[in-house]
């Protein structure tokens, strides 16, 4: 196992800076999940750590040893792609076994890491079966269990759940979170599904137009995003984002807002008042049919039941946008609440992130002023 160092990576496509000077590392036996919107870069960056893509600038470093000019084949890698790619004719076993024969293993060996790489990705039942007959999840099982048994330093994943079908989707989840619990090996997991990487990762790298913008555990990303692109991106839905205002100095300011009834002091070294934005994740908004202490009143335009029973409720008040926000009510009180109408809403301060004009977060702690 090794860990991945990038020093001022740069990948450019003509005007396009698919990789913007990154400085990174993957830690040494974490999975390390490189999650973003379709064209922010996270792809070419596993490339280049393969060896498919050449860098403009910078370097690739496994532990010490520097592999930016070495070819994949010299890079100690294994990879897994979007599609499946086996070996038609043979069995399942004879397909993790093959790559394995230039090795120069003994036959007792092959075999040892053949059985093991099979009982880790579940796959006893269909060892002695043509792989051509099988489904497109457990194809892909296989892709998996040959690169764990070459047992390279690192294993590269391109989103590898994307192309089969749900019910092997959810099976193929599951088989992966046991195999990077028991191997805690160096993993560099691509997707642009957030549920994968909060599900698979030790961490998330969460890119946005070719850098990375934050890297840590999934909570802790989910919780406390650096910006507002991070409290958008990850959700279902995402943050909710509310204009207003910060006024006061030293140390000591008050938030001004409609949403919220009594005035909220503001304890922050931001250094400056002026313009910001509330962020709160939907599931942190109270709704009630009755008056909330630290309440104000809103229109609820709809309610639907969600998957789990949740409520996701369309609404309207004071200092919201136009358009409205959303909130997650818990079955029972969604239950509770009215198909139409009058309704009250609050934001916990404990749950409200700050972020300043150009959509960084801002260290500061809310509290009711007295």
Known sequence: MAEIRVEQLTKTFGQLRAVDDITFTFENGQVT??????????????????GLEKQTAGRVLFGDRDVSRLSPSKRDIGMVFQYPVVYRGMSVARNIELPLQSMKLSKAERTRRVDEAIALMGLSAAAGQDVGTLDNGTRQKVSVAREVARQPEIIL???????????????????????????????????HDQTEAMTLADQIALMQDGKIVQCA???????????????????????????????????????????????????????????????????????????????????????????????????????????????????????????????????????????????SRIAATLRPRG
């Open 33 to 50: 999940c490189l999650l973003g919107p379709s064209g922010c870069g996270k792809t070419t960056l596993m490339r280049i750590i393969a």
């Open 157 to 191: 994943f391109d989103e590898p759940i994307t192309n089969v079908d749900a019910a092997s989707k959810l099976q193929l989840k599951r088989s992966l979170k046991e195999l990077t619990r028991t191997l805690q090996q160096t993993i560099v997991y691509v997707t």
């Open 217 to 359: 555990p999934p909570r802790e990303l989910y919780n406390h995003p650096d910006d507002r692109f991070g409290g958008w991106f990850l959700g279902n839905p995402g943050m909710v984002f509310f204009d207003a205002a910060l006024a006061g100095a030293d140390g000591h300011a008050r938030l001004d807002s409609p949403l919220f009834p009594m005035p909220v002091a503001v304890e922050t070294n931001a250094g400056r008042a002026g313009d910001v934005t509330i962020g709160i994740r939907p599931e942190h908004i109270r709704v009630a049919a009755e008056p909330l202490p630290g309440g104000v009143p809103a229109e609820l335009l709809r309610k639907t039941i969600q998957i789990g029973g949740q409520y996701l409720v369309a609404l309207k008040a004071e200092g919201a946008p136009e358009s409205g926000f959303k909130a997650k009510v818990a079955p029972y009180h969604g239950e509770r609440l009215p198909s139409a109408g009058l309704v009250h809403v609050e934001l916990p301060l404990d749950q409200v992130t700050l972020f300043d004009e150009r959509g």
